[in-house]
């Protein structure tokens, strides 16, 4: 009796190890955000590539089926893990939709006992999940526990008074009664945080019914679900939404029932009210740290030294750094980065700051298309759109990023519990070190061709005099000098992300040019004999940023 018993624990502790991914699992690893609807139609609709009108707010027709069948497409951009859309049974409003449309996103539950069928069959998604284990990678599900979406058919246009009394709550599974809700009241002032946890987000036409998760009968009902949902589709993480719309001793106890790693989505610029939830769930979005990359990036003139501060930010305030962050530029809710601007110098460096820190990389789908929608829903297009091709800038460029941390994790066991750190910046340039990776972001702008200086070997890069570095978007040779300086030259604005030449493989760059090993910047200065002029040089720093301007 007593082996066979042993033998059942020991596989059961195996099947949990193996699915029961943890932060410390995730971590080395990144993520491409999938919004479900707006993916990949099913295989024998694939071809037809049919329209899909952002503006209308309607299903556009991606599911389950059709995101299994684009894996390929993920992978060889060099992703191991998946995010998509919350999966259970949404609200469905009468068409025309009112003005904040229909529940295409998946945000809008009204049965979390049941699947979305506009995604697909309950087959379809144990497919997809067994097809993405099969090539190694992980699934993050999004969930919604805050609240459940109603249709305000007495008052859809009207300022909202208690929609619940104009709500049949027929059909919502749990919570069909008023009981289960806080009392009706807008959020109409988020520096109220009792106002942000028990009052209602949505609009009049749609408010979404905030769950009286102040009840215990109501919160062990969601611990139990979340454990169900995890274990029956072994998901290996899960994104949450709305966290800082629940009071923040809720969620320990959700996160120790679902068993898997959670990252957390609490909307606020302000590092320190961001921070605090990192004591509640295992990882946030770093929204304020997205701020800092918007403003630094979006024009030629953004500021390098907030963003330095906001790295401090996060060391400071949030319960493991950078490491319980997940790092994005886009994401389904915020207008693209493309949106803000056409400069692909600035756009680059903008998705390097994504793969070059701490946090949990993560792509939103589309960026690889440069896709440029404004605010929502303008910023949900079908990636089908796109024919999934692969030789575009940014899906090579994300490529690159990719193939880079795995080179540098791979090179050093210490990569991923070295925290990065900034060794300098200037007018228009930060360079951060996370050993053995050394970046050097700019917001010159493609329009320029910038000559960088910077002393490496003293300040915590990893890099010793004379040490032979690549610059894996470039794939050119640098060398750091004798005295620990290194100079290159940053080609269209573009960012440099160097590793020592030991550790880059042909994945990285199939081939290196430049590789003298006198260091590449003297020749290829030459060719840039225009009007030169410094931009930066600033006094007694480290790091000096001088931009040739093609005439
Ligand atoms: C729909 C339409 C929109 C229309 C809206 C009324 O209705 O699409 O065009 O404007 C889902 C859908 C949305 C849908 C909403 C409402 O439901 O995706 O399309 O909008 O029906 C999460 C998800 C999000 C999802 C929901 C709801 C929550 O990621 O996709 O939306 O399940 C708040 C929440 C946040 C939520 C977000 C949409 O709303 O906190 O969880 N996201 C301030 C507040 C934030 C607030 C934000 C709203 O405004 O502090 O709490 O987010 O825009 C910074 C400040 C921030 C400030 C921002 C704007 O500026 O530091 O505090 O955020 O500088
Ligand atoms: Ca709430």
């Given at each position: 009796?007593?082996?066979?018993?042993?033998?059942?624990?020991?596989?059961?502790?195996?099947?949990?190890?193996?699915?029961?991914?943890?932060?410390?699992?995730?971590?080395?690893?990144?993520?491409?955000?999938?919004?479900?609807?707006?993916?990949?139609?099913?295989?024998?609709?694939?071809?037809?590539?049919?329209?899909?009108?952002?503006?209308?707010?309607?299903?556009?027709?991606?599911?389950?089926?059709?995101?299994?069948?684009?894996?390929?497409?993920?992978?060889?951009?060099?992703?191991?893990?998946?995010?998509?859309?919350?999966?259970?049974?949404?609200?469905?409003?009468?068409?025309?939709?009112?003005?904040?449309?229909?529940?295409?996103?998946?945000?809008?539950?009204?049965?979390?006992?049941?699947?979305?069928?506009?995604?697909?069959?309950?087959?379809?998604?144990?497919?997809?999940?067994?097809?993405?284990?099969?090539?190694?990678?992980?699934?993050?599900?999004?969930?919604?526990?805050?609240?459940?979406?109603?249709?305000?058919?007495?008052?859809?246009?009207?300022?909202?008074?208690?929609?619940?009394?104009?709500?049949?709550?027929?059909?919502?599974?749990?919570?069909?009664?008023?009981?289960?809700?806080?009392?009706?009241?807008?959020?109409?002032?988020?520096?109220?945080?009792?106002?942000?946890?028990?009052?209602?987000?949505?609009?009049?036409?749609?408010?979404?019914?905030?769950?009286?998760?102040?009840?215990?009968?109501?919160?062990?009902?969601?611990?139990?679900?979340?454990?169900?949902?995890?274990?029956?589709?072994?998901?290996?993480?899960?994104?949450?939404?709305?966290?800082?719309?629940?009071?923040?001793?809720?969620?320990?106890?959700?996160?120790?029932?679902?068993?898997?790693?959670?990252?957390?989505?609490?909307?606020?610029?302000?590092?320190?009210?961001?921070?605090?939830?990192?004591?509640?769930?295992?990882?946030?979005?770093d929204?304020?740290g997205w701020g800092m990359v918007l403003q630094a990036f979006q024009?030629?003139?953004g500021?390098m030294?907030?963003l330095?501060?906001s790295i401090?930010?996060?060391?400071?305030?949030?319960?493991?750094?950078g490491?319980?962050t997940?790092s994005f530029l886009e994401?389904?809710?915020?207008?693209?980065f493309?949106?803000?601007?056409?400069?692909?110098?600035l756009i680059k460096n903008a998705i390097a700051w994504t793969f070059i820190g701490d946090g949990?990389p993560i792509v939103?789908?589309?960026?690889?298309?440069?896709?440029?929608?404004?605010?929502?829903?303008?910023?949900?297009?079908?990636?089908?759109?796109?024919?999934?091709?692969?030789?575009?800038?940014?899906?090579?460029h994300i490529?690159?990023l990719?193939?880079?941390?795995?080179?540098?994790?791979?090179?050093?066991?210490?990569?991923?519990?070295?925290?990065m750190?900034?060794?300098?910046?200037?007018?228009?340039?930060i360079?951060i070190?996370k050993?053995?990776?050394?970046a050097v972001l700019t917001n010159?702008?493609?329009?320029?061709?910038?000559?960088?200086?910077?002393?490496?070997?003293?300040?915590?890069?990893?890099?010793?005099?004379?040490?032979?570095?690549?610059?894996?978007?470039?794939?050119?040779?640098?060398?750091?000098?004798?005295?620990?300086?290194?100079?290159?030259?940053?080609?269209?604005?573009?960012p440099?992300v160097?590793?020592?030449?030991?550790?880059?493989?042909?994945?990285?760059?199939?081939?290196?040019?430049?590789?003298?090993?006198?260091?590449?910047?003297?020749?290829?200065?030459?060719?840039?004999?225009?009007?030169?002029?410094?931009?930066?040089?600033?006094?007694?720093?480290?790091?000096?940023?001088?931009?040739?301007?093609?005439?």
């Amino acid at each position: 009796m007593l082996p066979s018993l042993l033998t059942a624990v020991t596989l059961a502790l195996w099947a949990r190890q193996a699915y029961a991914a943890s932060a410390s699992d995730w971590q080395k690893r990144t993520v491409y955000q999938v919004m479900t609807d707006r993916f990949a139609l099913p295989p024998a609709q694939d071809s037809t590539g049919a329209a899909c009108d952002t503006g209308a707010q309607l299903p556009c027709g991606g599911t389950w089926a059709g995101i299994e069948n684009h894996l390929d497409y993920i992978q060889a951009m060099g992703f191991d893990a998946i995010w998509i859309s919350p999966i259970v049974a949404q609200l469905q409003v009468p068409l025309p939709p009112p003005a904040d449309g229909t529940a295409y996103h998946g945000y809008w539950p009204e049965n979390i006992y049941a699947l979305n069928d506009a995604f697909g069959t309950e087959a379809d998604l144990r497919s997809l999940v067994s097809a993405v284990h099969g090539r190694g990678m992980y699934i993050m599900v999004d969930v919604v526990v805050n609240h459940m979406a109603t249709y305000n058919t007495t008052a859809a246009n009207a300022a909202p008074t208690d929609p619940l009394a104009g709500i049949s709550l027929n059909g919502y599974n749990p919570f069909d009664e008023d009981s289960d809700y806080h009392p009706f009241c807008p959020i109409t002032n988020y520096g109220n945080q009792t106002m942000v946890e028990q009052c209602w987000l949505g609009s009049a036409a749609v408010p979404l019914a905030d769950v009286n998760t102040e009840d215990q009968t109501t919160v062990n009902t969601y611990y139990s679900w979340i454990g169900q949902v995890v274990s029956n589709y072994t998901f290996d993480g899960l994104r949450i939404d709305t966290v800082k719309h629940i009071r923040q001793d809720f969620w320990p106890g959700f996160v120790q029932a679902a068993g898997v790693f959670t990252l957390g989505e609490v909307l606020d610029s302000d590092a320190q009210y961001v921070g605090d939830y990192t004591n509640y769930v295992d990882a946030v979005f770093d929204y304020p740290g997205w701020g800092m990359v918007l403003q630094a990036f979006q024009t030629t003139g953004g500021s390098m030294s907030m963003l330095a501060q906001s790295i401090q930010n996060t060391s400071t305030y949030y319960k493991n750094g950078g490491f319980s962050t997940g790092s994005f530029l886009e994401n389904h809710d915020q207008p693209r980065f493309p949106s803000l601007t056409n400069d692909t110098g600035l756009i680059k460096n903008a998705i390097a700051w994504t793969f070059i820190g701490d946090g949990l990389p993560i792509v939103y789908e589309g960026q690889e298309q440069e896709y440029s929608g404004g605010n929502v829903p303008n910023n949900r297009e079908a990636v089908w759109l796109s024919a999934y091709q692969e030789n575009k800038p940014m899906y090579k460029h994300i490529t690159t990023l990719n193939n880079a941390r795995k080179a540098a994790m791979n090179g050093s066991s210490s990569f991923l519990s070295t925290h990065m750190s900034v060794i300098s910046t200037s007018t228009h340039s930060i360079a951060i070190a996370k050993a053995p990776m050394l970046a050097v972001l700019t917001n010159v702008g493609q329009g320029a061709q910038g000559q960088v200086s910077l002393s490496v070997s003293s300040l915590g890069s990893g890099y010793a005099a004379n040490s032979q570095l690549v610059d894996v978007i470039s794939c050119s040779s640098v060398k750091v000098d004798g005295s620990g300086n290194l100079a290159f030259t940053t080609q269209a604005g573009a960012p440099a992300v160097f590793l020592p030449s030991s550790v880059v493989n042909t994945k990285v760059c199939a081939s290196v040019a430049g590789g003298s090993g006198s260091g590449s910047g003297s020749g290829a200065q030459a060719a840039f004999s225009t009007r030169a002029f410094a931009l930066s040089a600033a006094v007694g720093s480290v790091i000096a940023l001088l931009v040739l301007a093609s005439a």
